[in-house]
């Protein structure tokens, strides 16, 4: 289900409350933006949009032909009716909680990010960051639905997803975390091993001198907001799923400050003792770090994936292959 309501439906041409592709909006061009709502930059274009879209409502030759998408990446949909509330948008804004309709597309390097689709030959525009100017998006969208060629090519696209962005860590420095991050877990760990199973890199299997062994996610996440950082964390979990420890090795949060001891022992409190087999929902009004939803959100959205590896791990400790 899209989640829409007879008006949005109606607006954006939908016959039902299903799934649904850009070709299947009733319009000749898509206005998409990726927004988050705790980022800031999000926030300030709010009311922009809001006046982008008034502008195109009052043309007589683009009302009937554009219409306007927001998609809330890593936002549940009471988050999402809120904002949408709070800046009474005249536009749709669908929820992306789970980041599955960003890893479609690939990260742009964060939100807000606008996507002008037209329906032709024509080629899709795109612009990351905070657009100040109404009248300057109009404009966009005029030229895009008059087949002009863009000013500058689409951004470079990267997976959103996990596996692949690696720390700044040299081995020995990822050694060191990775051990420190057992013994905060009251296990010694003598032999560090990375492992890749189904294809997921930046896995540790910690052995102690007893044969007992935890499992270890270097997680690397792309940044939600384009004005903050890329996040590393690492999660430790037992042959079971339990999770035994957080360690952020860069986690960050308003102003993209590192986040303290304080805010490290909170959210090892939401992790710690629950288990990769039911992963826990993120619940923004009592598992964020103040001033950090957006990378706790990705935290836990980490675990959430992690639910998929799991069962290969286990088969792996048994086998020792993949």
Known sequence: QNGFSEKERSYLGLRDDGPFTLR????DLV???FLN???YACVLQAPIMNEAHRLVQARENLRDRVRFLGIAVGNGPQETARF????????PVMPDPDFKVLDAIGNPGGTPFLVIYPMGEAVPRAHLGLMRDPAGIVAQIEAAL???APPAALPEFRLTTWRNLDSDLSPEELDKKLREAAAAANFRAVI???VEVDGERNIFRLEAADGSGLWAKVAGRAKVCNICHDIFFILLFDDTGRI?????IYVTKYENVPIDDKETAFMRGRLEGRSLTDPP???HEVDAISQATMSSELIFDTVRRLQAVFGSLQAFGKTGTE
């Open 24 to 27: 299947e909006v009733g319009a």
């Open 31 to 33: 206005l998409v933006e």
């Open 37 to 39: 709502v705790y980022c």
């Open 84 to 91: 949408h509330g709070q800046f009474d948008m005249p536009y």
């Open 146 to 148: 008059a087949a002009e």
């Open 192 to 194: 560090v091993t990375a």
């Open 244 to 248: 035994v420890n957080f360690t952020p």
């Open 281 to 283: 929902v993120f619940d």
